[in-house]
């Protein structure tokens, strides 16, 4: 369980995850493909204590996409960084693309696919949810 880094594409944010992070989704709804101008978002989320900046704390900016989430981001270069949660405030999410190196997980299970954008097709094997898997923790049920 060493620690995981990552950093913003123009490196001015940079962080630290200490210990392992919980499980990772590909979330396929249309505000992660928006935020991510991708297919869908490859996600995980882990305890606020696991979590620190060190670099470029000052210079992120912040979006609410829905009453409970706010997604953070590089003010210079716009990467993707962490979510927050306001019904779990202990629990961050974070944009696997944004990492160092290899970590022990991969991707579980893929979600919101109602919501999957209709040029992508999923090749993989992997279970697939119109929403959150329904008997999973309360780590799990955060939307990110
Ligand atoms: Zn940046
Ligand atoms: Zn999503």
Known sequence: MGDISGKCLCE??????????????????????R?????????????RE????????????SYASSDNVTRYFCSTCGSPLIS???????????????LEGD?????????FTDSKASWHQITDDLPQHSGWPGTESAVRKTVD
Do not use: E, M
């Open 12 to 33: 001015a944010v940079q962080y630290r995850i200490c210990g392992s992070l919980g499980p990772i989704y590909n979330c396929h709804c249309s505000k992660c493909r």
């Open 103 to 111: 970590i022990s997980g991969r991707p579980q299970a893929h979600l």
């Open 35 to 47: 935020w991510h101008g991708a297919a869908f978002r490859t996600r995980a989320s882990f305890k």
């Open 84 to 98: 927050t949660y306001k019904d779990h405030p202990d629990v961050l999410g974070i944009a696997l693309g944004g």
């Open 50 to 61: 696991q979590f620190s900046w060190l670099s470029g704390a000052d210079n992120l900016s």
